[in-house]
C-alpha cells in the first residue's frame, strides 16, 4: 500500500521569507511525486512532479521540490513567500505498477501574513 | 478552452434521497476519478476509470455508484446507503496507463444533507 504523510496541519510564515512545506511518502518501487495547491471552494491545481532525474523540481509559482530518496521526502519549497501563496497544500504519491491512482497526504494549510 | 466541468457546484439533498453529479472533460483523457474530500482527511478515492464501460472501486466506494458510457463523462450517483455523504467532491482526469501524468481538477461540487 502507498501513502503520503503531511505532518504539519498548518505552517505561518512572514512575506518574503523562505517557506517549506514538508512531505514523507511510503510505497513499492520508485515514486512518482506531486504537489497540488487548492484554494478555497475550489479544485486542485498541479504545481509540480518529480518522475525521475534531478533531485530539485522546479514548478509553478516560484515553488520547487526536494526528492530525498534515503530520507523518503518530497518537501515543497520556494525561496521568497508571497501572502497570495496562502493556501492548502496537497502531497501525492504513487507507484510505478501501472495505472494513475494518486494518494493524497491530508493537506496542509499554508498562511503567509505581511 | 479544455477542461473538466463539474455540476452543480452546490447541492442540497434530503436524507433517503439519492443524487447524481456531473463530471465531462474534453482534454480527451482515458482515466477519470472520484475524490472526496473532508476537512482534515485530504482527499480520498471513490471510484476510478482507465477506460470506457470500465472502473473499479477505490478506497470509499461504499454508498457511491459510477457509470463511464462515455470517454467524456463519468457521472457519480450518491445513494441513500451513503451514511454520511455530506461533503466536496471533486472529479479528475488524466492520461491513461503507465504514463506518470498529473490529474487535472474539476472545481468541485458540495453536497450537503439537510
Known amino acids: 500500500a502507498q501513502s503520503v504523510a503531511q505532518p504539519e496541519d498548518q505552517v505561518n510564515v512572514a512575506e518574503g521569507n523562505p517557506l517549506t512545506v514538508k512531505c514523507t511518502y511510503s510505497?513499492?518501487?520508485?515514486?512518482?511525486l506531486f504537489w497540488y495547491v487548492q484554494y478555497p471552494n475550489r479544485g486542485l491545481q498541479f504545481l509540480l512532479k518529480?518522475?525521475?532525474?534531478?533531485?530539485l523540481v522546479k514548478g509553478s509559482y516560484g515553488f520547487e521540490a526536494e526528492f530525498n530518496k534515503s530520507q523518503t521526502s518530497f518537501h515543497l519549497k520556494k525561496p521568497s513567500a508571497l501572502v497570495s501563496d496562502s493556501a492548502l497544500y496537497f502531497c501525492?504519491?504513487?507507484?510505478?505498477?501501472?495505472?494513475?491512482?494518486?494518494?493524497f497526504g491530508t493537506g496542509t494549510q499554508l498562511k503567509v501574513e505581511l | 478552452d479544455g477542461g473538466i466541468t463539474q455540476s452543480p457546484k452546490y447541492l442540497f439533498r434530503k436524507e433517503g434521497q439519492n443524487v447524481t453529479l456531473s463530471c465531462e472533460q474534453n482534454?480527451?483523457?482515458?482515466?477519470m476519478y472520484w475524490y472526496r474530500q473532508d476537512p482534515g482527511q485530504g482527499l480520498r478515492l471513490i471510484y476510478y476509470?482507465?477506460?470506457?464501460?470500465?472502473?473499479q472501486k477505490g478506497d470509499i466506494a461504499e454508498g457511491y455508484s459510477v457509470s463511464r458510457e462515455k470517454k467524456e463523462s463519468f457521472p457519480l450517483t450518491v445513494t441513500s446507503a451513503q451514511k454520511n455523504p455530506t461533503a466536496f467532491y471533486l472529479c479528475?482526469?488524466?492520461?491513461?496507463?503507465?504514463?506518470?501524468?498529473?490529474?487535472?481538477f474539476g472545481e468541485g461540487s458540495r453536497l450537503t444533507v439537510l
Open positions: 479528475a482526469s488524466s492520461l491513461s496507463g503507465g504514463a506518470p501524468g498529473e490529474l487535472f
Open positions: 510505497v513499492s518501487g520508485n515514486p512518482y
Open positions: 518529480y518522475i525521475t532525474g534531478d533531485n
Open positions: 501525492a504519491v504513487r507507484g510505478t505498477g501501472g495505472g494513475n491512482k494518486l494518494t
Open positions: 482534454l480527451n483523457h482515458d482515466a
Open positions: 476509470s482507465q477506460i470506457v464501460n470500465d472502473f
